[in-house]
């Protein structure tokens, strides 16, 4: 740990991005927090003035959400301070910073998916007279307080698991209002939403500010922070790197988190695509309405759509995931029988899921026994020669998963290290087809890039990838061909050169285009 820290002025010293006046309604001093063989926190120092939304930006494993744990009472810091309103605190629990009025969005949420949505806003703080619940004035305010947020007509006695995920978030935030929260926490709770869903939040971040309350937003998206960020500390290995203004360029909030300028996409000219090695005629399952699609050994084919167009899907339906009511999967000329991923797997298909916690990884599992699951479980697919041991490291470094080791449990890593090891497991196996969903939900900007450079080694040695991408620049700039689906179909094909704006009007349009 060499590097230098990035002007850190001492504590009395002038900070010249500071907003003038206003005292900070939350100051956190010195605070450390280690595990073993990681030092999550080194004596960070970070404040947060009303009114203000204060962005966290950092690498994958950097220490944004360990800072946030710390916060709210889920982890305890090794050293430093907390200060509320000029006030030490401590929280040993959850309970105890909602009591003190810190309320916490995140990304895998902390909502009890099988009560209601008014049981769920209440929680922990019902109201009760004559030791009785007064289940019906509970509906009414849980009514009036989604609809003030943005979400009218739900129903408030609703199990909350039956709602969207940016439905889910409304309930934690009509809970923070209850409970009349100053700080409002927000870690990758944009990651989830469709552009709508993010739009709808922003607006009400501003009312909340507006309202005086600080929020901390976490994100990896940088043009999100530029929209509703005031100000960006920015973490590295655990060290508070610089306080700027969110106004600040992009490249310069990059160089400060990565310590060096990022490459942009890969640049190696056109790929020279080969033979046909998937292809798929006329599939139909309950959300596929007949799709047709060649994949060739060497491209990337980009699927863009809207979300519920049919691209998780039309990946699932490849990897022999959901059942098929009709069509039919080639791989390289002969006819797969997919009944169950097993036999997607035996014939050469990888799939990347967007939920990673859910279908990635094997949470109670070392990093070394993720990366080795396929290659344990599928014999014939073994490349010959090397050891598994070589393998997992070998992997671990090419991917730069960081981890103090191949033993660590594979949920105790930041998140977009867990997805870059659910990657790894493939490339294990060196697969001829990659089906990749979504795969950089919750990647830093460095690891994106370096993640796009592995997709286009891959498919310059021939694999065939295709890749499902919510976020239209990474189809755009990686994609050889892009399908845009619509309604579980694809619509319309383009040539990389096309604009975000022709696939959009295509995702979007009422009538179905002539393809
Ligand atoms: N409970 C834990 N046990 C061991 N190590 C942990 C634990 N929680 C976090 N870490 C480690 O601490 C470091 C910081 O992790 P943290 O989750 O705070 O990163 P992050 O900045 O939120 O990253 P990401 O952008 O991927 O979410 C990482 O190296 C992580 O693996
Ligand atoms: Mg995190």
Redesign the pocket.
């Known amino acids: 740990m060499s590097e230098s820290r990035v002007a850190e002025p001492p504590p009395r010293a002038q900070h010249a991005e500071r907003p003038p006046a206003a005292p900070p309604l939350l100051r956190v001093r010195g605070v450390g927090k280690r595990?073993?063989g990681?030092v999550?926190l080194d004596a960070v120092d970070f404040e947060l003035t009303a009114g203000e939304v204060h962005c966290l930006l950092?690498?994958?494993?950097?220490?944004?959400?360990?800072?946030v744990k710390i916060l709210a009472g889920a982890?305890r810091a090794d050293e430093g301070e907390i200060e509320l309103n000029g006030e030490a605190v401590s929280f040993a629990s959850p309970q105890e910073a909602q009591r003190h009025g810190l309320a916490f969005i995140f990304q895998e949420l902390s909502v009890v998916p099988s009560l209601s949505v008014a049981d769920n806003i209440a929680l922990g703080n019902e109201r009760v007279r004559g030791g009785l619940l007064q289940r019906r004035e509970a509906h009414a305010e849980a009514r009036a307080l989604m609809e003030s947020i943005g979400f009218p007509g739900i129903d408030p006695g609703r199990p909350v698991r039956t709602l969207s995920i940016a439905e889910q978030q409304g309930v934690m935030i009509a809970r923070a209002l209850r409970l009349d929260s100053r700080v409002i926490v927000m870690?990758?709770a944009t990651s989830a939403l469709t552009g709508e869903e993010v739009a709808r939040l922003f607006a009400l971040i501003r009312r909340l500010k507006q309202g005086g309350r600080a929020i901390v937003f976490?994100s990896?998206r940088l043009q999100e922070l530029a929209e509703i960020g005031d100000r960006v500390t920015v973490?590295k290995d655990?060290r508070h790197v610089a306080t700027v203004p969110a106004s600040t360029p992009p490249q310069e909030l990059v160089r400060l988190m990565v310590g060096r300028e990022v490459q942009g996409f890969p640049d190696g000219g056109r790929r020279r695509s080969g033979e046909v090695v998937l292809r798929a005629r006329g599939l139909r399952t309950a959300r596929l309405d007949g799709v047709d699609l060649d994949v060739r050994a060497g491209e990337v084919l980009g699927v863009a759509g809207l979300v519920g167009s049919g691209r998780t899907e039309l990946l699932r339906a490849l990897f022999g995931a959901d059942r098929l009511d009709g069509g039919s999967v080639e791989l390289d000329g002969r006819a797969l029988r997919l009944r169950r991923p097993g036999d997607a797997i035996d014939a050469g298909l990888a799939l990347v899921p967007e939920d990673r916690r859910g279908q990635g990884i094997v949470a109670l599992r070392s990093v070394g026994e993720n990366l080795l699951t396929i290659w344990e479980t599928h014999r014939r697919l073994r490349p010959r020669g090397e050891r598994p041991r070589v393998l997992a490291q070998r992997l671990r470094e090419q991917l730069a998963i960081?981890?103090p080791s191949l033993e660590?449990r594979i949920s105790?890593?930041?998140?977009?290290?867990q997805q870059k090891v659910v990657i790894g497991k493939w490339l294990a196996v060196g697969p001829r087809v990659l089906l990749l969903d979504e795969p950089t939900k919750?990647i830093?900007v460095g690891a994106k890039m370096e993640l796009f450079r592995l997709v286009d080694r891959l498919a310059r040695a021939g694999m065939a990838v295709v890749m499902v991408s919510s976020e239209l620049p990474e189809v755009l700039g990686m994609a050889d061909r892009i399908c845009v689906m619509k309604d579980g179909r694809i619509a319309r094909e383009f040539e990389p050169g096309v604009s975000e704006e022709e696939i959009v009007a295509v995702a979007l349009s009422e009538e179905e285009e002539a393809k």
């Open positions: 595990f073993p990681v999550a950092g690498e994958n494993g950097a220490g944004k959400s360990t800072l982890q870690d990758e976490v990896h973490f655990g960081k981890t660590q105790l890593l930041s998140g977009g290290n919750g830093d």
